[in-house]
């Protein structure tokens, strides 16, 4: 795909950024010059412009006309992604039932297997008082379940 930069009616400024997603790889194009290989992407839309284009981080700055945003949520993004390759590795306690439990950010996290019904022998967690609404098949999948939801919680802050 080439640039949009030139391209007639593709506005340059007026975007707004309505998500922010991690593709784990730098396996996208950027939608808005064509050159940059992006794995963080901007989804950006504009009210005169009828697509929403995925853009990387600079590009995502010059439309929006912030350049401050878009490598806060860039930052953000990079910041998760560290901490779930590093999330299992990380030292779990274990409590006096014998649960796996973590306490990070102000949250006490804990996984637990299921004693009963149809969840019997499947994995759940705990974040803070919440607790997950998924049946996990291991121990592992259980907890990266509940750093998902330990990041919601972050998010919400």
Known sequence: MSGLWDQPGVPHKGWQCIDAYDNGEATETCGICGREEI??????????YPERLDAGCVCAEKMTDDYVGPRQREARMKSKAGRRVRWLTRKWRTSSK??????????????????????????GFKVGDDFGNKAFASIEEAKMGAFEELWEHLADE
């Open 98 to 123: 014998g649960n796996p439990f973590l306490n990070t950010d102000g949250f006490n996290i804990a996984i637990f297997q299921y004693k009963n019904g149809w969840k019997k022998g499947k994995w």
């Open 39 to 48: 794995r963080y992407v901007h989804v950006m839309e504009h009210p005169d």
